[in-house]
């Protein structure tokens, strides 16, 4: 799955208005979270915890409009507990994201 900033950076743009240096530290906001959430999943063992992780990201990618994001949100969602291909997918999208820099 190829990164597609679109929608994402547009909304980022538009909080940090003509402040790079603020796009840059939303951007990593960004980041860091989704990198916790995957995190989080990656150590899940129950339903529950897998439940709040992935509602976690789902509401990360509503808010930033990062519709690649929400979409795997959905897949964690339906998902079982630790789902490989699911977590896979998500560090893929995370590499992509980082390597957008």
């Not at 976690?56 to 509503?62: D, E, F, T």
């Not at 959905?74 to 490989?84: C, L, R, T």
């Amino acid at each position: 799955m190829a990164f597609e900033a679109g929608a994402l950076d547009a909304t980022i743009a538009a909080a940090a208005g003509d402040d790079p240096a603020l796009f840059a530290e939303l951007r990593e906001a960004f980041h860091a979270s989704a990198v916790r959430q995957l995190d989080l999943l990656r150590r899940s063992r129950c339903d529950g915890n897998w439940n709040i992780a992935g509602l976690r990201l789902k509401g990360l990618a509503s808010s930033f409009h990062a519709d690649q994001l929400l979409a795997l949100a959905d897949e964690v969602m339906d998902a079982a507990p630790g789902e490989p291909s699911v977590l896979r997918r998500l560090q893929v999208y995370l590499d992509g994201f980082a390597a957008a820099d």
